[in-house]
């Protein structure tokens, strides 16, 4: 049984394209995040939502939209996508927000943008 | 203040040998210390944690040693095996960044058979 799941695994596209990342899971957790992973393997947050309501929001362009439908489940939408996007998305989700949560990563989603 | 540094950024180590991860923080509002393991093409999963009221933690081969008045913690891997072999990142929390993972820049770890 997959805990966190991403969809697609893969994604190649052109500069200017608009695509989405889809995520579920089955944990019965209310926090749900998106990481970038970029080509250095730097990891950092971009979103996190507890119970559908959007509780961080780095400084990440505005062309990269979340949304939560429900608890199980957060999207990455972006629009216009530039090469600089290209990197490996993790989506993750934990019990809650507290200090000690475990997140748990989806096996991510590399986005190749050419 | 945000950040967490770790190094190295990448290490060799034999099979059979102690392979130490280590990481330093500036914020002391940080109170959970978290690694994490990524193996190629998988998503980082949890390895072990720690508060920083305590020193040291072990869980099997794998021990997280904490000095809180020096701001470092270090992952030690003993009897490092080649399944080992991976990329793994240091991280911290607090309140005072809404509860967010910091990463450390992560270590990618090769043990030779």
């Known amino acids: 049984d997959t805990a966190v799941s991403q969809t697609p695994k893969y994604l190649v596209t052109q500069m200017g394209n608009d695509k989405s990342i889809k995520c579920e899971q089955n944990?019965?957790?209310?926090?749900m995040y998106w990481y970038k992973q970029d080509s250095k393997k730097f990891l950092k947050i971009m979103f996190s939502y507890n119970n559908k309501e959007l509780i961080i929001n780095e400084t990440v362009p505005n062309r990269f939209s979340p949304k939560s439908p429900d608890k199980a489940h957060l999207n990455l939408h972006i629009n216009s996508l530039e090469l600089g996007d290209s990197a490996v998305y993790f989506c993750?989700?934990?019990?809650?927000?507290?200090?000690?949560?475990?997140?748990?990563f989806g096996p991510g989603t590399r986005l190749t943008v050419l | 203040q945000q950040q967490v540094k770790q190094s190295p950024q990448s290490l060799i180590v034999q099979k059979g040998g102690i392979s130490i991860i280590n990481c330093a923080y500036e914020?002391?509002?940080?109170?959970?210390f978290p690694w994490y393991q990524q193996f190629p093409g998988k998503g980082p999963a949890l390895l072990i944690a720690i508060r920083p009221d305590v020193s040291e933690k072990k869980e099997g081969r794998f021990t997280i040693s904490f000095n809180k008045s020096a701001k470092q913690f270090s992952l030690h891997i003993m009897d490092s095996q080649p399944g080992d072999s991976a990329t793994y990142f240091c991280a911290a929390r607090t309140w005072e960044y809404g509860n967010k993972l910091v990463f450390g820049a992560g270590t990618i770890l090769r043990v030779k058979s």
């Open positions: 914020n002391t509002a940080f109170d959970y």
């Open positions: 944990l019965g957790h209310d926090t």
């Open positions: 993750a989700s934990s019990p809650g927000f507290g200090s000690t949560d475990t997140q748990y």
